[in-house]
Structure formats: structure tokens, C-alpha cells
């Protein structure tokens, strides 16, 4: 099964880490998040989502708690550890010199 | 505030221990996200009957997102493998018969490997118990033009050696000796060393209590003796006090200055008293030998020196040594042989080596039968797999899952085969040959156990690959074509069936070549003529009580034995001889009176001295002349009786009877001995061993210290005698040593029980072999057969007749069958050639073995096709066309 955000996949980490510094959110959530914020540009398939989800789960960046929505419907909560947090400034600060990089070149006149 | 390292943990764990409740979360939160994704269609104006559709499109394959969900876990490979284990057991439980088979066939195997490992270890690869044993080696003397090899050197020679070697940094001698322990109640006859005060530094061996003797001690010629650990725990209880306590041997006190480790041992001389090598009474004429004389010698190289320039300088100072040597003596050479060599010769270790490759080979061809048939599984699993495939599993991971169910049954075989190998080790510790050096040393340890370990998953590994290679190989396409009942079902995973019953066949015929030459070995051995009858005879050891010095007293203790013995009922006859069982002969001038006058010539050769009815008892014909008698006594003219040998070599052609030789040379002050008798040759260093040149003198003119008695009696258990046997020597001589009682049978038994052992384990495992070979080919036919069944019927159809199949079927199993056959007996010639040195009597291309073996074989094949053929034949063409 062909997945274009494995390419991306360090890129999805930190779209997720990001996303949760507002506030929990559950998978959904984060898709719907991710897509607005974005203008629709980015979508996220629960293929990537899911498993994205657990490995950072599994990497202690992220913590899960199941909740209710405001529908009444239970769901999974995730939310941003302080190791996540570091992490995410971490990873942000190094997108923000790669793409600055990549926008140089493309740029160039 | 929970660190990450304790989120990671918790998450770990939680996933793996609470792995029910994590993936029903899992199933929840991922149907949480498409119900939203439905309701977000709806929203977005789809029909609500599209929107379901459109959801799960959107979505994704649902149980591929899981299973990538569950690749992210941290103990998912931990998972996986117990996973696997659970249903490589569940798949055991579900086939038992395929279970059972396996289990039962491969336990057999990696148990006998395992004990034979246990084996090759001990004697073999295990370093000996000294310091730096690889730089220990034996010196022997040898000589060429007497055919004498690893012969004992004189004390004056070993001075030489020892002063002018640079290779050595030392060198030792030892002798074994026997003697008198007297204690409170009962004599005693223990096996003694004699030993120079340098032997144990130069083994970098330590008493474990006291000291060892010093040079000056020894000089002195002190009466200090050092016992063996045993002798310690058994007259002393282990206590301290034996340091500084006396002990009697031969009936002089001697004072115990140390104790020395457990199972001590030099070059396989297992002794209770170590003594210096200076007390023995005849010093003095030992010490002034040149050339051959009786003791070992065993040497430390120097750092750096291979064995090979130790035997190149020795050479050298051999030559140089010649000059100094009596003419006679002048072809004298020194031969360096590493201990580890001398301990265990180069027979055993081939007979080893041959044993531990037959068991291998064993386990092959089980390895192969249970690969064969979890390959004929396999093909009935390719939908499982395909299944499995398109679930999200890699084609990594399918190979995994093989591998691990059939190491699950490999590991389990191997706990079995553990179990079984120390019920086999205990075997071979109780009747494993007795003269197969540092077999007591055998045991179930860390090493023997890793073997087992080792072999097992190497099993594991073979048993799997065949089946996982043809898995990999097929298309994990969900189609499954192959795995529908098409005629072409399975035709890689057939091919290998098929290279695998081949290789079988061609181990097995190997093994049955080895086992067949060993036995046609063994056939001539039993058949040799021992020139005694050892049946119904029952032997003991007498020695005489330090009281009877003169040779006289002896003379006539021994007539008294004798006479009393004589009287017991069911006792036939009864004889003694100074020893029976001789080791290596030594060589000695004799001086022979024949048509052209005296001859002196030096030749390897026996002496001894015998009763009157010595030959009698033991059953040796006389040749020619007549025995000992009353006549012969101490007073009389010295006699002699030879045997054919001396009488071929002496005199051939010519009547010996009445001629005259002496010992030494022609000028040498020894009597004259004159030929009354010549007796059959009688095989006494072993039945494999040609017989040397033996002279007997009568008991009554030089009765020795102690003597080996034999009795016939008139039942066939002997042994039940010996007490009353005893009790007459003890009527005659109340302190007297008697010791080593054994029918002569038993005795007789020990020189082929190292050949007895070799031959039935080599052909236990060859029987083995063979029949496992069969269920193979059987298994493979079958099977062959049942895949075929539509074919069958097919041919049936259009006028094939019952017997055109069975015909078929029966070419089938034999071209492969002797297919196995030519390249097994390429084999067989080959590694025969090798293991020659093992044969007695029969070549290693004996015809006859390599015809019978083949014929064997080939009648086994084809009964184990037989019975599928005769099945195939009833095949009714319908009912197979039917099932199409």
C-alpha cells in the first residue's frame, strides 16, 4: 500500500507534537486540526495517523487517556508529555532550518 | 512529574501484558475515527447509503492500519515470538502423529549426540588435567631393526637426553610397580609409582596436603611415599593426621608426606603410592643400563619449541648416543610423541571421530525426515500463508514464524534428547570400553548441555529453511493456485523431497558400509584362535607374603596352593604362570644352538615361568615333546617349553626338541635352557596381535613374587567358586594377596571391548539410519501418491492397468533409492580408505560388505514402496476423477 506521508514521516511528528500543544486531542481531532490549519493542503490518512500515533506513544512523547467527546462518545485522548515538549522544539527548530534551506535554493535566483 | 523513560516503560508493558484490552482500544479508537469520517461525508453532502462505502475507502484497509499500529510497539518482537511459539505449539498439539514421529525421531538423535559429544569432550577435546599441557610430550626409545616402538628407556639414556637436550626443560621418569599395603587385618596389593622427585613440578601438579619429596630426600633413598586421593579417603577417612603416618608396603614402613588431587594420573597410570624411583632393591644394575630398560619418560618443551624440532634434536643426540652403546645396540632412536597423543591412540581417536560423524549423520537424516514432512505441511498451509500475507504480514516475518514452529519442536526434542543423553552417558560410564582412556572423566556438564543447546536449534534452523524457502518462493498471492489440488501442487517443495530422500539413502548407506566392515572386523577377530580355552576358567592374582625371600619358600607356597586348590571339588585343573596378559614384550639377546652352531641375535621376546599343569588348565595343545613334571624341579637341569613362534623362528623346519639356548649373548653367564616341549602360540598382548617369540621355564626353578592362578572348573559360573577358592589359598597361606578375581573370559573380554564398542554402536546407528531412511522414502511415496491421485485415476481411465502403476510407483521409490545408493557407496569408499586402519581381515572395498550393504538397501527401499503402491493400485478411476 503506497503511503505518501512516509516520506514525510518526521514531518508528521511534528504536525502531531504540534497540534497537542493547544490541548488533548483525539485522532480524529488531530486529522480535522491538521487539515484546517493547513487550508486543506495536508491530509493525513489514518494509515500514517494511527501508527504515527503509537510509535510517539511508544517514544514517551505522547500520553494517551480515554475521555468523553462533547457528543457523548468515548474516545482517545492524547496529550503532550514534557519530553514531548522538548522534543517538539527540538524537531521544529531543525524543520525550520531545513525548509529555510530548501526555500533558499528554490528561491534562487 | 513521570518522566519519559516512564511513559515508554508504561507503554511498553501495558501493550504487551495487557495486550486483550490495548487492542480492543485499538479496534474502538480506529471505528471511532471512521464513524466520524461517515458523519463528516454525510456533512459534506454524500448520500447516507455512500457514505459507509466512502468512509471505508477513504480510510483504508482497517486491519492493515492495525497491524502497522502494532509494528510501532516496543516488545512487538517479543510478541511475535511468543506468538509464533503459541502456534508452532498449538500446530504440535493439532498433528500429533506428525508430532510424535518428529519429536520421537529428532529426541533420538540429538541425545546420541549429545552423549557422544560427551565422549569426544572428555577423551578428546578437554586440555589434560597439568599446567600448559601442550607442551608435554612422551620419549621412547625405539629401534628400528627390532620392530620396537615406544619402547621404555634406561635411566643412563634419560641423563643424557635430559643433559644435553635444549628443547626440553625438563624431563621425568616414572615405572608402575606393584605392591604388598599390609594392613590391620589384610594384605593388600595396590598399584604403585615409582617416580623421580621432579615429576610432579614438571606436571605443575601440587599435593593437596603435605609436600612432595625433595631431590636429597630422594638421593637418600628416604622410604617417604605421597598416596593417592582415594587411598586417603578410604584407609584414613580423609583425615589430617595421615600426614606423617606410616603405612607398610612390602612389608617395610614408609612415612606419607602428602596427598595427591583427585584422579591423578600420569600417561595412564593410576597409582595409590607414589614413591621416589631410587627405592626400588636392583638400583644399582638399573642405574648401569644402557639403551632399553623399563622406565617412562615424560618431558616439558620450552616455550616456543614445537614438537617437531624436539624430535629433530632428540634424533640428533639419539645418533650421537650411539657411539657410547654396545654394538648390538647402535640403530637406537628417540621418538617424541605429545601426551595428549600417547593418552589416547591414534586408533581411538579415528574410532572416536568415525563415531561422532556416524551420529551426526543420524541426525541428518532425521533432521531431513522431519523437514520432509513439515515441507509436505507446508503445501497444505500455502492458503494459511497467503491468508497471512495479505493480513500485513512481510514475507520477513512469515520465515520467522516457520522457523520458530520448528525450532519449537526441535527445542522440544532437544529436552528429551537431554534427558535421554544422561541415561546414555550412565551407559557409557558403566560399560563403555574400560581401556579407552578418560572415559571416567565423561559427564553431563555446561559444555555438553551447550551442545545439545547448539544442535538443536541448529535442527531447528534446517528443519524450517526447507519449508519457508518454498513458502518465499511461491507467490504469497492470495490466489492459491498452489495450494488448490492441482497436479503441479507443490512441485519445488517435491524436488527437494525428493534431493532429501536421496541424501538420506546415500548417509545411510554410508553408515551401513562402516557397520558392515566393522562387523566382517569383528567376525574375524571372535574367529582367531586365542591358543587357550578361556572358558569356564576362573583367574586370581596370589602374590607371596614379604616372609617367603627365598625362592624356595616361594617354590614350595606355590606347590601347597596348588595342591589345596586341587582338592576342591568341581575344580578340573588348576595352573599358575608368573603373568598371563602381557603389554609390549622387550627386546633381549637370545643365543641359539642350531645346525651351524650358536646364533646370538637380539629379538623382541617373552619369558615366563609355568606349573606342571599350567597348560592343562588352560586348555594350550602340546606340539610337540611333553610338559613339566615333578622332575623339574629346583635341582634339575634347566628345561624349557617354547612356543611355535620361538620354534619357527629358531628352528624352522627343524624339531626344536632337545636343542639348546640361553639367554644373553653366546658368552653371557645364564644357563643353558634345553627344549623339552612346544605348546601352541598362544595370543597374550591381545587377539589382534601376532604373537611374539615365548619361553616358560618351570615354576618350581624360578618361582616369581606373584603370580597369576587359573583354575578350570566344571561349571559354567565360575565366579560362584571363588570363594571356596580363596578360602583354600587361605588354608594354605592365611596373609597371603589374592586379588583381581575374574573369570578368564571377562579378562579376555577387555582387549575387544574397545572394538566390541565401536562395532555395535556404529551398527546400532546405521540400523537407525536405514529404518529412518525408509519411513522417509515411504512418507515421500505416499504422499507422492496422494497428490497423484487424479493423475491415477486419469491414466486408469484411458487403459493403464493396476500393474503399469504399481510399476510406476515402484520405479519412483527406487530410482531414487539407488540413487542415494551410487553416491552413498562413492562415499563409503572414500571415507573407507580413511578409516582402514580400523579393519581387521577385511579390506575397506570388501566386495562382499559393499554388495550385501547394497542389496540390504535395496530391498528396504522397496518394501517401504510397496505397500504405498499397492494402495495406488486400487485407485478407482471415478472416484479420483471425481474429486478433480
Known sequence: MARPADLLQGTLDVLILKTLTLEPMHGWGITLRIQQISGEVLQVRPGALYPALSRLEHQGWITAKWATTEAGRRAKYYSLTRAGRHQLEREAEQWRRLSGAVTTIVDMA | ?884
Not at chain 2, 650421537?320 to 621418538?335: C, E, F, K, T, W
Not at chain 2, 624339531?655 to 602360540?681: E, H, I, S
Not at chain 2, 580413511?834 to 559393499?850: E, Q
Request: proline share 5%; charged share 20%; glycine share 8%.
Open chain 2, 1 to 884: 512529574m513521570p518522566t519519559r523513560l516512564h511513559h515508554r516503560v508504561v507503554a511498553a508493558l501495558r501493550s504487551f501484558v495487557h495486550r486483550d484490552a490495548v487492542e480492543h482500544e485499538l479496534d474502538d479508537e480506529l471505528r471511532f475515527h471512521l464513524e466520524q469520517l461517515e458523519a463528516h461525508q454525510v456533512a459534506r453532502g454524500s448520500a447516507r447509503t455512500d457514505a459507509p462505502l466512502e468512509a471505508r475507502r477513504r480510510f483504508g484497509g482497517f486491519e492493515q492500519v492495525k497491524e502497522a499500529c502494532r509494528d510501532m510497539r516496543t516488545l512487538r518482537p517479543l510478541e511475535e515470538f511468543l506468538r509464533d511459539l503459541r502456534s508452532g505449539v498449538r500446530l504440535l498439539v493439532r498433528s500429533p502423529v506428525f508430532a510424535v514421529v518428529s519429536i520421537l525421531s529428532l529426541a533420538l538423535a540429538i541425545g546420541a549426540n549429545t552423549v557422544m559429544f560427551s565422549v569426544v569432550d572428555a577423551v578428546l577435546l578437554r586440555p589434560l588435567p597439568y599446567r600448559f599441557p601442550e607442551q608435554l610430550a612422551m620419549l621412547w626409545t625405539e629401534d628400528p631393526t627390532q620392530n620396537l616402538r615406544e619402547g621404555r628407556s634406561a635411566h643412563w639414556n634419560v641423563e643424557q637426553w635430559r643433559s644435553q637436550s635444549q628443547s626440553f626443560a625438563d624431563m621425568a621418569t616414572f615405572d608402575a610397580v606393584s605392591k604388598t599395603l599390609t594392613g590391620a587385618d589384610e594384605a593388600e596389593q595396590i598399584v604403585g609409582a615409582s617416580i623421580s622427585p621432579n615429576l610432579l613440578p614438571l606436571l605443575g601438579v601440587q599435593p593437596v596436603q603435605g609436600r612432595n619429596f625433595s631431590t636429597e630426600e630422594a638421593e637418600q633413598r628416604q622410604r617417604l611415599v605421597l598416596i593417592s586421593h582415594r587411598l586417603w579417603q578410604a584407609r584414613f577417612g580423609g583425615s589430617n593426621d595421615a600426614i606423617g603416618a606410616t603405612i607398610v608396603l612390602d612389608g617395610l614402613p614408609s612415612q606419607i608426606i602428602g596427598i595427591l588431587p583427585v584422579g591423578f594420573q600420569i600417561a595412564r597410570l593410576d597409582a595409590d603410592v607414589w614413591e621416589p624411583h631410587t627405592i626400588s632393591e636392583d638400583r644399582e644394575t638399573r642405574n648401569s643400563v644402557r639403551g632399553g630398560d623399563t622406565w617412562f619418560v615424560v618431558g616439558r618443551l620450552r616455550p616456543n619449541v614445537t614438537f617437531d624440532q624436539a624430535q629433530a634434536e632428540m634424533s640428533a643426540i639419539a645418533s650421537r648416543l650411539n657411539d657410547q652403546l654396545p654394538a648390538a645396540d647402535r640403530n637406537r632412536g628417540v621418538s617424541v610423541v605429545p601426551l595428549s597423543r600417547h593418552m589416547v591412540g591414534s586408533q581411538s581417536r579415528l574410532a572416536l571421530w568415525m563415531l561422532g560423524g556416524a551420529v551426526f549423520c543420524v541426525l541428518l537424516i532425521a533432521a531431513a525426515n522431519v523437514a520432509s514432512l513439515a515441507l509436505a505441511r507446508s503445501v497444505g498451509r500455502a492458503r494459511e500463508m497467503a491468508v497471512r500475507a495479505a493480513l500485513g504480514a512481510g514475507a520477513g516475518r512469515i520465515v520467522r514464524q516457520l522457523l520458530t514452529e520448528s525450532v519449537v519442536l526441535t527445542v522440544v526434542s532437544g529436552l528429551i534428547g537431554t534427558l535421554l543423553a544422561v541415561a546414555g552417558i550412565r551407559l557409557i560410564r558403566a560399560y563403555g570400553p574400560g581401556n579407552l582412556a578418560r572415559l571416567n572423566e565423561v559427564s553431563l556438564d555446561l559444555r555438553v548441555l551447550g551442545w545439545a543447546l547448539v544442535i538443536s536449534l541448529l535442527t531447528g534452523m534446517l528443519v524450517g529453511l526447507a519449508p519457508a524457502i518454498t513458502t518465499l518462493r511461491r507467490d504469497l498471492r492470495p490466489s492459491g493456485e498452489e495450494g488448490g489440488r492441482s497436479i503441479s501442487a507443490g512441485a519445488s517443495s517435491r524436488r527437494i523431497r525428493r534431493a532429501l530422500v536421496v541424501a538420506e539413502f546415500a548417509l545411510a548407506i554410508v553408515l551401513l558400509v562402516g557397520a558392515g566392515l566393522l562387523v566382517r572386523s569383528w567376525w574375524h577377530v571372535e574367529s582367531i584362535d586365542a591358543g587357550f580355552r578361556p572358558e569356564r576358567v576362573l583367574a586370581m592374582e596370589l602374590s607371596s607374603p614379604s616372609a617367603f625371600s627365598l625362592p624356595a619358600q616361594r617354590a614350595d607356597l606355590y606347590h601347597r596352593v596348588l595342591e589345596q586348590i586341587g582338592a576342591v571339588p568341581g575344580v578340573e585343573s588348576a595352573g599358575i604362570i608368573g603373568d598371563l596378559f602381557i603389554g609390549n614384550t622387550r627386546e633381549q639377546v637370545l643365543t641359539t644352538e642350531g645346525d651351524n652352531g650358536a646364533v646370538s641375535e637380539r629379538l623382541r621376546f617373552q619369558r615366563d615361568e609355568v606349573s606342571a599343569d599350567f597348560f592343562k588348565a588352560l586348555g594350550t595343545p602340546l606340539l610337540r615333546g611333553r610338559f613339566f613334571s615333578v622332575v623339574d624341579g629346583p635341582d634339575a637341569p634347566r628345561v624349557a617349553i617354547i612356543n611355535d613362534a620361538f620354534a619357527r623362528r629358531s628352528w624352522p623346519g627343524r624339531d626344536p626338541v632337545g636343542r639348546r639356548f640361553k639367554l644373553g649373548p653366546r658368552d653371557a653367564d645364564g644357563p643353558w635352557y634345553t627344549v623339552v616341549g612346544v605348546v601352541a602360540d598362544m595370543r597374550r598382548q591381545g587377539l589382534e596381535r601376532e604373537p611374539v617369540p615365548q619361553m616358560f621355564e618351570s615354576l618350581a626353578q624360578n618361582p616369581p613374587r606373584s603370580v597369576d592362578l587359573f583354575i578350570r572348573t566344571s561349571t559354567d559360573d565360575s565366579l560362584a567358586m571363588a570363594g571356596a577358592l580363596r578360602a583354600a589359598v587361605r588354608r594354605v597361606e592365611k596373609h597371603a594377596p589374592i586379588y583381581g578375581v575374574a573369570p578368564l573370559e571377562e579378562q579376555l573380554g577387555t582387549y575387544v571391548a574397545q572394538r566390541r564398542f565401536q562395532t555395535s554402536l556404529l551398527t546400532g546407528f546405521s540400523v537407525v539410519a536405514l529404518l529412518m531412511a525408509a519411513v522417509g522414502i515411504y512418507g515421500l511415496i505416499q504422499y507422492s501418491i496422494a497428490t497423484r491421485t487424479q493423475e491415477i485415476g486419469l491414466r486408469m481411465a484411458i487403459g493403464a492397468q493396476a500393474g503399469d502403476i504399481f510399476r510406476m510407483i515402484i520405479a519412483e521409490g527406487l530410482t531414487l533409492s539407488l540413487t542415494g545408493l551410487a553416491l552413498g557407496l562413492v562415499g563409503a569408499w572414500w571415507l573407507g580408505r580413511a578409516g582402514s586402519s580400523l579393519l581387521f581381515g577385511v579390506t575397506a572395498t570388501d566386495p562382499l560388505t559393499f554388495m550385501t550393504v547394497s542389496l540390504l538397501l535395496t530391498a528396504v527401499a522397496a518394501a517401504a514402496c510397496y505397500f504405498p503402491a499397492r494402495r495406488a493400485m486400487k485407485v478407482e478411476p471415478i472416484v479420483a476423477l471425481r474429486q478433480a
